[in-house]
Structures are given as structure tokens and as C-alpha cells.
């Protein structure tokens, strides 16, 4: 693949372990931000690393009542290491708290990282995600209080920046997408007894070294957690970013199965679609299942549009199946793309469909009703529906126990 510009370092790089360092690397949703240039982990920054990473297998594992005081912990050892370790302690323990319902204790955390955030000497750019990070977690507080119009407000405000991260990934596509893909071709996920996921963060400086390393989504097994961040890990650096700039660039990246690149994908996925176009013979079930991954592959691209025409071609395949069970996998994708764009109503729409679908068919596929489950809970959330929500997270609970008893 041809690289523009100053993304022609990724031409022939080696991913190896050109640094054995012990990094510490910290992102949310890929995102700029401001921490020490150190090369090597101190015992600070190790400590904070476990409490951030604790509290994220906690949530996973619904115990979020036990991250408050980890979560405080984590502030205190931040705020001796640097600003950005700092915040997003403060922003990690104020959703912890808006997630168990004590709302005025979760603003309370907001004010304080929104007082330094304004502080004058703070960068501006370094610090543009924090801030829509703040507005989106009032946003959803405000709905969770039913203040619409206060809510309408931070989300207006959420929506009036673009992050360093943002124009990295706009102005330089083959960067960040060589980025993820090196992360993903060095991950080999075994049988463990988590989710199908698990979201590891991380910031690439200017000279291409990696920062702040943690967890931002736990799989809810420790093992898959650790073997994900030692992914990272062996990696030891990246090429500098195309975008100048004295602070890192932060990157969200999921990991599930063994990954190949994006490019591979849509090589293989096009070929397979040419021959569908002349071979009437390939079975449907491959149709609808390269339809819907290609589908998939449009919208982590960041074409949703893309992405939905394949779905609704998918569907079209799905409705001559005997099984429904494929429809409730493509209603899911199709949640995915709504809440990318945040249509969130329209993604709980395409969940429910798919709930109605898997729960008509328990014990079978029980794994996946979780998952579903999991993804309403969050869309939920996301739009301040805590009734609905307490419902939904009394269902994963009582299905889990069931699985466990068994």
C-alpha cells in the first residue's frame, strides 16, 4: 500500500521490538494528551497503571461500586505523575460513579477536572478530548436527570472541536490504519473465559515512542487483559506521527480474534464478492456472512453509509434462511453504524430486533445474548433511560448467574 507524505515511513517498518522499555501508555477513544517524557515505567506510574486497570476489569465484571476507592488511588498517584494521568483518573472514577447512579458525586469529580483543564497554562491542544469528554459525560448525567435542555447544551458543545487524533485519522488515513493493523497482526487471543473483546489505549509521541498504556475496556478476564497490553508492549515503538506536535497521539484499539490488516480484509472480501457476482452456486449463508463483514469493514473505516448498504443487502440474503439467527447478528452491526453516528435511538432499535431474535432461541447462543444485552446497557446509558437500564443490567446479571450454575 502506497503511503502519502509523511506517512512513507510505514513503507517497510519493521514492527519489532526495537526498544525493550517497559511503557506505560494511556489513551481514551484516541485522543491527544500531555504526559512526562520518560522512556522507562517508574513505580508511580506502574501503581497508577494497576488501579486504572482494575477498575476497568471491575466494570466488566459489574463490581463498579468497588472502583471508587481504586479509582481514588489512582487520582492521588496521577496527580504526583502528570496532568494527563491526573484527568483521566478524575474522568474514569466520574463515569465509575454515574454508572452505580450517584450523580452528584460524579459532577462533583467533572468540576475538578474542568477547573484545570481551564487553567490557562494548560495546552489547548493536548487537551481538546478531555473537554469533550467532560461534555459528553454531562451530557448523559443531564439526560440521566431528565435536564433535556442542559443536556442539548453539552452535546452542542461536545460536538464544536476535532481533536489531534481526529485530523490524524481524516488528513492521514494510512497512518492510523497501519497503527492498528501492527497492534492486530502481533495478537493472538487464547481460549479464555472473557468477552470476545477487550480495548487497550495507548499515545504515540513525536518520536514515535509509546506512552501511558492501560486498558480502557476490559474483556472481564485478567489473563486476556495482560496479554493485550503485552501486545503492545512487544511492539517498543512506532514511526513518528504525520502530524507535528510536542504531545502524544492517542489510540483506542479493539482486540479480538487474530486480526488481519484492513487492506487484506477488503482484498479478500472484494474477491469473494466478484465471484459471488458470476458463481451462483456460493451457499448463502457465505453471501450473507461477506455482505455483512464487509459491511463491517466499512464502518470501522469510518463510511457507515457504506457499511449500512451492505447490511440491508445482507438482510435481503437473511430472509430466505430457515434459522434467523443470522438477522440478529446483522441488527447488531447495524446498531454499531447508529451509535458510530450517534443515532442512538436508532441503534436501540436494531438491539432490541436482535434481543427478540437470540431470546427466542435461548439456551442456544446464550454468549451472544449477553453480548447484546451488554451493548443496550451501554446505549442506555448513553442516553440517560436508567430505568430501562437497571432492567437490562438485572437481565445480564440473572443470565450470568444462570450460566455460572451451571
Not at 488501579?51 to 459489574?62: G, V
Not at 458543545?157 to 485519522?169: A, N
Not at 447488531?332 to 443515532?343: N, P, V
Request: aromatic letters at 8%; charged letters at 25%.
Amino acid at each position: 500500500m502506497e503511503l502519502p507524505g509523511s506517512c512513507a515511513p510505514f513503507q517497510n517498518f519493521d514492527f519489532g521490538l526495537r526498544r525493550k522499555y517497559s511503557v506505560f501508555v494511556l489513551v481514551l477513544s484516541g485522543v491527544l494528551l500531555l504526559c512526562p517524557s520518560v522512556t522507562a515505567q517508574s513505580a508511580d506510574e506502574q501503581r497508577w497503571a494497576d488501579d486504572m486497570n482494575k477498575a476497568a476489569l471491575a466494570l466488566a465484571q459489574f463490581r463498579g461500586k468497588e472502583c471508587k476507592p481504586i479509582l481514588q488511588d489512582a487520582i492521588s498517584t496521577g496527580e504526583k505523575i502528570g496532568t494527563a494521568h491526573y484527568l483521566f483518573a478524575l474522568l474514569k472514577l466520574s463515569y465509575c460513579l454515574r454508572e452505580v447512579g450517584e450523580l452528584d458525586l460524579a459532577e462533583s469529580y467533572i468540576a475538578r477536572a474542568r477547573k484545570l483543564l481551564d487553567e490557562p497554562s494548560q495546552p489547548t491542544e493536548s487537551f481538546e478530548f478531555f473537554k469533550i469528554f467532560l461534555d459528553r459525560q454531562l451530557t448523559t448525567i443531564a439526560r440521566q436527570q431528565h435536564k433535556d435542555d442542559d443536556a442539548a447544551k453539552f452535546e452542542a458543545e461536545s460536538q464544536k472541536h476535532e481533536t489531534l487524533y481526529d485530523r490524524v485519522r481524516r488528513e492521514h488515513p494510512g497512518y492510523y490504519g497501519d497503527v492498528v493493523s501492527s497492534v492486530q497482526q502481533r495478537w493472538t487471543k487464547e481460549s479464555h473465559s472473557g468477552s470476545n473483546m477487550v480495548v487497550v489505549r495507548f499515545g504515540i509521541t513525536d518520536n514515535g515512542a509509546i506512552k501511558c498504556l492501560h486498558i480502557s475496556n476490559s474483556s472481564g478476564d485478567e489473563a486476556t487483559d495482560k496479554a493485550a497490553l503485552n501486545t503492545v508492549i512487544s511492539i517498543g515503538e512506532f514511526p513518528p506521527p504525520p502530524a507535528s506536535s510536542a504531545v502524544p497521539i492517542y489510540f483506542s484499539i479493539p482486540l479480538t480474534q487474530k486480526a488481519e490488516t484492513w487492506a487484506e480484509a477488503e482484498l479478500r472480501l472484494k474477491a469473494q464478492m466478484n465471484k459471488m457476482r458470476t458463481d451462483s452456486n456460493v451457499p448463502l449463508l457465505t453471501r450473507i456472512n461477506t455482505f455483512s463483514e464487509y459491511g463491517m469493514l466499512c464502518v470501522n473505516k469510518g463510511d457507515c453509509v457504506e457499511g449500512e448498504s451492505y447490511f440491508v443487502k445482507a438482510l435481503e440474503q437473511a430472509e430466505n434462511l430457515p434459522s434467523k439467527q443470522p438477522m440478529a447478528k446483522i441488527y447488531w452491526f447495524l446498531s454499531i453504524s447508529k451509535e458510530h453516528q450517534k443515532k442512538y435511538s436508532e441503534a436501540d432499535e436494531y438491539l432490541s430486533k436482535a434481543i427478540t431474535v437470540v431470546q427466542s432461541q435461548l439456551p442456544e447462543g446464550r454468549d451472544f445474548y449477553i453480548t447484546l444485552l451488554k451493548a443496550r446497557a451501554n446505549i442506555l446509558s448513553l442516553t440517560g433511560q436508567t430505568e430501562q437500564l437497571i432492567n437490562c443490567a438485572n437481565q445480564i446479571k440473572a443470565i450470568t448467574e444462570q450460566k455460572s450454575s451451571e
